[in-house]
């Protein structure tokens, strides 16, 4: 039997951050339940943002040359997906935004009917946002994008893990509560 394919995407520039902090427990849960999950960490990448060239309105093809061309066949290769991201002005990092945007070429293949098969409500994405604020609509804008995102890659949204207050690097750590929060939705993620 195949494991179960998690990929997450660390859209944080800070390496070792409260975001990676909270996916190390995340994947602590996707192990436990007997998944496996893939983190790639944006930031090392070299992704463009779109052109708007509309390209891939006709093929499904982007024809941007750099890294995000070995993500396409990773995206639609998962069983879920991950968008992990601090909030930067009520929003998510500019990194994980570009993947988003060139995730237009995934809908494009969707609506031209090239992955058919692979639109299932089984796949499931889920956001992993944190934010140093305790506003209460700090995470608006990134579910927002989320849920956008994930259709377009071809995911039902599956939830979100939020958490607030987390304002400098190590405070994750130090919320035993979030961990645990963070490990349970890793195991919810591969037995739902």
């Known amino acids: 039997m195949n494991k179960l394919k998690v990929l997450a995407f660390n859209g ?16 602590e849960g996707v192990a436990g339940a007997g998944g496996e999950m893939v983190t790639i960490r944006v930031c090392d990448l070299d992704i463009q943002p779109c052109t708007a060239c509309g390209a891939c309105d006709e093929t ?54 090239l992955e058919r098969g692979r639109r299932t409500p089984q796949r499931r994405g889920l956001l992993l946002a944190v934010a140093a604020t305790k506003g209460p609509k700090v995470f ?14 071809g995911f039902a949204h599956g939830g979100e893990l939020l958490v607030r207050g987390l304002d400098v690097p190590g405070d994750a750590a130090q919320q035993p509560e979030s961990l645990q929060r963070a490990t349970r939705f890793g195991c919810a993620l591969v037995q739902e």
């Open 140 to 153: 608006d804008g990134a579910i927002l994008t989320a849920k956008y995102a994930f259709d377009a890659m």
């Open 60 to 113: 499904g093809e982007c024809i941007i040359e750099d890294d995000m061309a070995a993500l396409y066949p990773q995206i639609m290769a998962a069983d879920r997906l991950v968008l992990a991201s601090p909030i930067y002005f009520y929003g998510l990092t500019a990194q994980v935004k570009a993947l988003v945007d060139r995730s237009q070429a995934l809908w494009n293949r969707g609506r031209l009917g």
């Open 12 to 27: 944080s520039p800070r390496a070792g951050g409260n975001t990676s902090t909270l996916l190390a427990a995340l994947e």
